[in-house]
């Protein structure tokens, strides 16, 4: 590659050395690239571990009389560096005689190459995207580095590098660790041993932040085989490699692919490092994540930026220094003090956005913004904002595309006629569409408006009192000042008139439902209408879940409908989690206090935001949270730890108390306190609860012998926590009583350190031993759902499954409506359905697996082999269907290995056009594409009748369709091999067997350039010999079927004697040859003739006798499905693909 020429010094050899010279231009070679020697051996570490990357070839121009250099070019190849010598001996040193001065020579040189360099830069960003243009030249660097040391593909991108030291072994070894969405790689080369690991995200187990080598942290990264220590000199990449992890885990859960957003090359920024798109779109990914979190925003909501400023706050009239952040819909406020004050302001609401340059309270010089709201007029103002006049202009744009869209759905919504559109964006499939004409019921209102609640009725009213207050000062809605005060008075309980405002403005479930008007009432309408898995489920678990009120009692219909029509609107909603045990309790108690609608949100707000992956099928979330519990149980109670652990009561914990936020041992009217406060500080109140509630009964715990006695206790002292309401407490009571309030803000005293983050990073960790210990459970029902089908060990079994799973997840997240992730949503589904290849996987994998794919004609044969296992031609297989496959081509079983040869030769799997390369007249082909397939179906309905009048059974039943036809084929290919199985087998006709004696031929073939190999000559002969017995075969069969069909001749007719027999003396070589056409009808062979005549030949039987091992095969697939071929360097190495 050419360069701009720039000056250099070269003193002695150095690290380089010359390959060839002119009086003008000079070729060097970087020793340690390819030579040899100590020195080589130097130069080579030196490069990998400062990362110097310098090119392996460089062309240098010297000036006559001078000492200095200028370097004209660097070439990552010998070839690319010979081609521009060979450029410069030709275009320049010819011309250069012309020139009468040195100077002038250089100034010439100098130039022309400059030219080039210019050239070759307009034409490079023309043909770059406005991502890569971002990228910084190390980055670049790197990329191409990471690229040919690891042979990925080129869509395998790279997010970040960094300096690493892998502490694998006795000497640690210094390189780079590179960070791709699907990979962690380490690459390192000192003194002549390289070491490379490749990682996948989907098979790390676990990673751990240790304790530093030689005064170091260091990050072990273990999977199911291996486990590495890495020290890396920057703190970001910990952060980074969590990420990536998380997102591979994700992949694992629900098959949620990451798509980076493009929409980030059309931001404006500022204040923003240099970096890789990929890796600014992560980071935006990930303070996105943490800002949902904090505020309780939708999964839609993206942030834009942050900046820090301070917040007047009227109620004490005071700046609270802190963050201001920008959203597509919302502008938030968070003091830097943790629970100091909070602000949320919609920014539809916003009237107008002004600079300020007047302090409210003493009117000094400030850096101000103030909004000021549309209703009422009422103003928020955030002092000192740094770079105030960016932050302005870019709430002028967030506004005018709220604006926008807004006008946008007016247009939308005038032009619709008679029916309602609604549209929002559900868990899977992305935006999800519906429509309906009218609702066919009435949406039903708080449960408690018409089964009055028993509460204390002053008790109430002082509350009332209280938020009334409170709503004066801090204002109300969704832009309430939320400071310590709110918390305070949350965790006393929320009045019943108040409590379906607050549960939907701090939930941010009323978000959601300002975005999809008429969303629910559509979906509600149109589930119920829908048979389905999850709606039986439902209606078995509707009487059972909250009878003590009156609302879900038999004799009341009320509140039973309205539960019943909310759960199946989110099982519609979300099928992936359907519906799950323990959401029919929570949604009771929400349509309790909030209408129907409000119900369904709320419900939406927990199982997708606050509690994610909960009410899933294999409630992930649930045994997530039981390892955070376990941790922190650990860090805050170390002396009840072992006691709960012998007990194994944390499982419990997660499923009896956390699935049900505390519902199921507490009355609802207590409980819904917990809620309360849930809705407000999100999921780490259960945890501090939790906590609380152990830490109250640690001196029974530590006494009790078994789970029973440990449980009962803990339920006797939830009977005891109560309401504060005076008519409750029984003073003459033996059993001393909690009250419910006061047992929140004591949790929330003594377990202030539990914050929402630490959560979040602890749910990171376990997530990884959760899925991974799901996935093994998974593995291990595969592979024993396979067991009998097949002669591999368990341990091939596992190495296969691996390889396919992984594929899988590569092909969904490419394709949305891949079968395999409906197959998923099926339980009734066996577990070799769940998991499929399509043509590519399979047609690598077998090749792999196969001894048969140097061979030319392997792709036919793979072809064929997919199609007769596709038979319901949805273009993929199962895992058991493959590996019946694998296990006849690579087994050592020589009768299994003959029968799917013949059978790949059977009518109606060759298709007619294959047949034609046999004739000599090669200008009948069809031309009529309908003709051709008419043919197929014709054979492929021959060969399931001769199998039908064969004796199939009757549940075997066929039709004429190539469906029935492929399932016939296939019934027999993988039936058990008895004598009674074969004489079933169709008999192939003359053109067919003719086609099966040259696929044979080819087999052996595996280079038609390269001379034959003895053994290729044995197999050849034998494969000779036994063409020519079953030609013989087939032919004294068709004498016998034409001599039978003459004797059943009508008495008195006469034979003509050209309808004679005579081919005794015929060539059997020359019968190869003749037009098939001219065959007989009745020429036949059968398989147990096929398979007798094989056996007389030793060679073959030897070779068809083969075994290939799986596991040593599978060794070279990646989880890209590409074969992986190992370059060959001089010096020791250590490789490990996982």
Known sequence: MWINPKLIVVSGPGFWQTERANRNFILQRRKGRGTQGFSSLLVGTWDSVLDTKPPPYRLLYQEEGSDTFLMLAACMSGQEALEDWAWLERELLTKVDNFETPSEITDFVSGKIASIVAINEVESIEATDASDMEESSGYKAAKVKFHRVFTVPEDEKLVSYYSCTCWQGRIPAQGWLYLTVNHLAFYSFILGSETKILVRWTDVTDIEK?????????????????????????????????????????????????????????????????????????????NTEAYRVKFCFPVEEKLDGKVECFLFTPFNKKYRFGTLYLSSNFGCFSSHVPGLVSLVIPLKDVNCVEKSSINV?????????????????????????????????????????????????????????????????????????????????????????????????????????????????????????????????????????????????????????????????????????????????????????????????ANNKIGIEALRRVLSAYAARNPQIGYCQAMNIVCSVLLIYSSEEEAFWLLVAICERLLPDYYNTKVVGALVDQGVMDHLVLTHLPELHAKISDLGMLHLISLSWFLTLFLSVMPYH?????????????????????????????????????????????????????????????????????????????????????????????????????????????MKNVVRSVKTVTKFSDEEVRALFVVVKNEQLIRTSKMANDPANQDKLDPSKPFFELYKVDHDTWRQVSGLCSSWAKAEIWEVLAHRMFKIMDVNQDGFINFKDLLILLDMMSGSDIQRKLKLLYCLHLPGVVLPGELETLREDNTEVATDAADFFIEAEINLGKTARYLMEAGEHEEDAFDSGEKASLNSIQGWLIRTDSKLEMRKIPPLPQQYFVLLWKSLYALFMENSLLPETEEQQALYHSVSVVGTLLLQIGEVGQKFEKRKSNLNLEEGETLEEGDQVDGTDENFTGRVERDPKSDSKDWSITFEQFLASILTEPVLVEHFSEKKELQVALKEYNCFGLRRHSSEEAGSRSVFYV
């Open 210 to 286: 240790c304790g530093g080598m030689l005064l170091q942290d260091s990050l072990k990264v273990s999977t199911r085989q291996e486990q590495w220590s890495f020290s890396i000199f920057n703190k970001e990449g910990y952060d980074l490699i969590r990420q990536l992890a998380n997102l591979g885990m994700r992949k694992l859960i629900s098959e949620d692919s990451y798509h980076q957003d493009l929409n980030l090359l059309l931001k404006r920024s500022k204040n923003v490092p240099k970096k890789s798109f990929l890796k600014r779109d992560l980071d935006a990914r990930k």
């Open 361 to 553: 309270n003493h009117g000094n010089q400030d850096e101000a913004i103030v909004f000021t709201m549309k209703n009422g007029g009422k103003t928020f103002v955030f002092g000192q904002v740094s770079d105030r006049d960016f932050v302005v202009e870019k709430l002028c744009e967030l506004l005018a595309q709220l604006k926008t869209e807004s006008e946008d759905l007016v247009s939308q919504s005038s032009g619709s006629a008679s029916q309602t559109s609604s549209q929002a964006s559900g868990v899977v499939g992305g935006p999800v569409e519906i429509q309906a004409s009218a609702d066919t019921f009435q949406v039903t209102e708080p449960l408690m408006t018409i089964f009055r609640e028993s509460v204390d009725l002053t008790t109430e009213a002082v509350k009332e009192i209280l938020w009334e207050k409170h709503g004066a000062e801090f204002g109300t809605g969704i832009s309430i000042y939320r400071t310590e005060e709110t918390t305070n008075l949350i965790s006393k309980g929320i009045p019943n008139k108040w409590r379906r405002e607050v549960w939907m403005t701090f939930s941010g479930a009323i978000f959601d439902m300002q975005r999809n008007t008429g969303y629910y009432a559509a979906l509600a309408d149109s589930s119920l209408q829908v048979k389905s898995l999850a709606n039986d489920e439902i209606e078995r678990d509707l009487h059972r879940s909250l009878p003590e009120h009156p609302a879900f009692q």
């Open 670 to 778: 207590t409980a819904v306190y917990i809620i309360d406060c849930f809705f407000y500080e999100g999921a780490k109140v259960i945890f501090q609860l939790a906590l609380t509630i152990l830490s109250r009964n640690s001196e029974f715990l530590l006494s009790c012998r078994d789970e029973g006695e440990a449980m009962m206790g803990l339920n006797r002292y939830f009977q005891s926590i109560l309401r504060d309401e005076p008519e409750l407490i029984d003073p003459a009571s033996e059993t001393p009583t909690v009250i419910i309030s006061n047992l929140i803000t004591e949790a929330f005293t003594m377990f202030q350190s539990v914050t929402s983050e630490e959560i979040e990073s602890l749910r990171l960790k376990h997530r990884l031993k959760v899925v991974q210990t799901l996935e093994d459970s998974q």
